[in-house]
């Protein structure tokens, strides 16, 4: 047993929001607090569940959990439950270090030996398209997502979708799978009628084809296409799963580890879904913290599919050289071979940080705030 005697937060290039928790006896463990544009909202959570946890036993991690949870009065949401999640991932990886075991041992072993991933491309033509996806085939991926189009008005030209179509065509061409990341930028008009026009061509899935406040819609939407249904970035809890499981809206949830209250609640999540025979696609465009506690779950819950990893992301590469391997020391835990990446070996979240690195990056960090597209007439598109 060990009582917690420190929790700290760093604030790291090029978005992310690091988290170490400390007990008396001198373990340690790691977790990922990023809630991408908003992390002073997080950090001002954090420094109110710091002051309220220290002192308590490192080891119950779902008492903690639970007296976050439910003795807060207010719950859910996203900056509440980003921070929610960088304590618990912390706490799960100081308590298989301790025992100087994997995660997944503590989640009841393994039931797979390697993970199915995929990263992102950009580019807006064919061209552009092809040269990404051929890199990323370079790297050993089999499968890649892209945005399906650029922000989009509510209701627009028939014509703005048709570049969608062609860079999908392209990519698949290739003889590797892609996904289309809709963002929750079209409305209904758009977004029924580019799933119609992708429909053909066997997207791997559509990602928040909308909002995910818009379950009616969802559920409307999903009787009109054969494209698997993926969402779950903006739910942050069970509770906000359910509709979208008794609805039978979607085929895919994604769940993000470092927004919905860490491992503790993706598990939970996993096995709601499993009984409505829906997949997990964790959701992790993040930094290496929330992708490897993302792996450990992936590799003990039956229904995992997919795993998104965030190397070369645009999000990383517009703000400077930080990437998914800069604050680890063995950068070869996220290799990928032929489309998977092995089961990590070494004992909790299986990858080793490089604190040096973090404090020196945290020093000076700035924020990374989110992107803003406007229409032609000036009014919000979403990004």
């Known amino acids: 047993m060990g009582i917690i005697k420190s929790i700290e937060y760093f604030r790291v290039l090029p978005r992310w929001l690091f988290v170490k928790i400390c007990d008396e006896d001198g373990n340690f463990g790691w977790g990922e607090a990023t809630l991408e544009g908003h992390t002073q909202a997080v950090e001002?959570?954090?420094?109110a569940l710091i002051e309220r946890f220290q002192?308590?036993?490192a080891e119950d991690i779902e008492h903690i959990w639970q007296m976050v949870w439910r003795l807060g009065f207010y719950r859910g949401g996203p900056v509440f439950m980003s921070a929610l999640s960088g304590l618990d991932i912390a706490l799960w990886d100081l308590k298989a270090r301790k025992l100087k075991v994997p995660l997944y041992q503590l989640l009841g072993g393994k039931v797979r030996d390697k993970i199915w991933v995929y990263s992102w491309i950009g580019g807006d033509r064919p061209a552009e398209v092809e040269a990404a996806a051929k890199a990323r085939i370079a790297q050993g991926f089999r499968c890649i997502k892209m945005n399906a189009t650029s922000d989009i008005?509510?209701?627009?030209?028939?014509?703005?979708l048709a570049s969608t179509v062609e860079r999908l065509k392209t990519v698949k061409s290739l003889g590797i799978d892609?996904?289309?990341?809709?963002?929750g930028r079209l409305h209904k008009p758009m977004a029924k009628q580019l799933a119609k026009l992708v429909e053909p061509y066997q997207p791997l899935f559509i990602e928040e084809p909308l909002l995910s406040e818009h379950a009616e819609s969802v559920?409307?939407?999903s009787t009109m296409t054969t494209c698997p249904i993926a969402l779950g970035?903006?739910?942050?809890?069970?509770?906000?799963?359910k509709r979208f499981l008794e609805d039978a809206s979607v085929d895919i949830l994604q769940p993000d580890i470092s927004h919905v209250g860490g491992i503790s609640e993706i598990r939970r999540i996993a096995a709601m879904a499993e009984a409505y025979d829906v997949a997990i696609a964790p959701h992790c465009p993040l930094g290496p913290i929330s992708l490897a506690a993302s792996m450990q779950v992936a590799l003990s819950i039956p229904n995992f599919v997919i795993q998104e990893m965030s190397l070369g992301i645009h999000y990383n590469t517009m703000v400077g050289v930080h990437d998914l391997h800069s604050y680890i020391k063995e950068p070869k835990v996220f290799d990928v071979v032929d489309g998977f990446v092995k089961a990590p070996e070494g004992i909790g979240l299986g990858i080793e940080i490089d604190e040096d690195a973090v404090r020196k990056v945290a020093a000076t960090a700035g924020v990374w705030k989110p992107l803003e597209f406007f229409g032609k007439d000036g009014s919000i598109r979403e990004w």
């Open 153 to 160: 008005n509510w209701l627009d030209s028939p014509s703005s």
């Open 44 to 47: 001002g959570t954090l420094d």
């Open 219 to 221: 559920k409307q939407l």
């Open 233 to 241: 970035e903006r739910l942050y809890s069970r509770w906000d799963v």
């Open 178 to 183: 892609a996904a289309l990341d809709f963002h």
């Open 55 to 57: 002192g308590y036993e």
